[in-house]
């Protein structure tokens, strides 16, 4: 009996097929794990550049924005983002007035975001620029939800960005509600 244990115990004839039976489960979940933990990466990472594109678009504005602009906008988020449902955003337009108090102008929410009010931004100022009285900056936020492909540790979750930018070509940027394009 003694001879039969040590027998079994140095035989290594199937090694490497239990040594495949353990490993390729591991192999499988860590290439599944890093497409999706990359996946997740490039849509946090569009989502930001996607942001700033608009904030920057909105930035350069001379012209009224209407509110089928921002919604165009939005969806223009949308693709740039890809594979992702979804999107929303916000646009908000901020004074600081003469005593130094920060004022919405206008807002402009998508989907179900809210527009902003002078009373939200006491919860946000702390994320606001010091700016000179009378100075406005236009705060762009986007919210992406990401869902993960595949269950390997990654939760659902939103991406949120804020993105505050200034008015490039005049004091601000002028903005009507209007949902309709005029006819031409």
């Known amino acids: 009996m003694k001879r039969l244990l040590k027998r079994y115990l140095v035989d290594t004839t199937a090694a490497v097929a239990f040594e495949t039976i353990i490993v390729i489960p591991i192999l499988v979940w860590a290439w599944i794990g890093t497409f999706a933990f990359f996946d997740a990466y490039r849509v946090y990472n569009t989502s930001i550049k996607a942001t700033f594109t608009i904030a920057d678009l909105i930035s350069r504005q001379t012209s009224t924005v209407y509110g089928y602009d921002i919604e165009g906008m939005a969806r223009m ?6 594979d992702s449902d979804g999107v929303e955003m916000r646009v908000t337009q901020i004074l600081r007035t003469t005593t ?17 009010f002078t009373a939200s931004l006491a919860g946000m100022e702390d994320r606001l620029p010091d700016m000179a ?4 900056v236009v705060l762009v936020e986007s919210f992406v939800d990401y869902l993960p492909a595949f269950n ?19 004091g601000q940027v002028p903005y009507d509600d209007a949902m309709t394009p005029p006819t031409s």
């Open 152 to 170: 390997v540790g990654l939760n659902d979750v939103t991406f949120e960005n804020f993105t505050l930018t200034r008015p490039r070509y005049a």
């Open 133 to 136: 009285n009378g100075e406005r």
């Open 77 to 82: 988020l949308e693709s740039m983002i890809r």
């Open 100 to 116: 130094g108090e920060y004022q919405v102008d206008w807002s402009h929410g998508t989907g179900t975001q809210a527009r902003l």
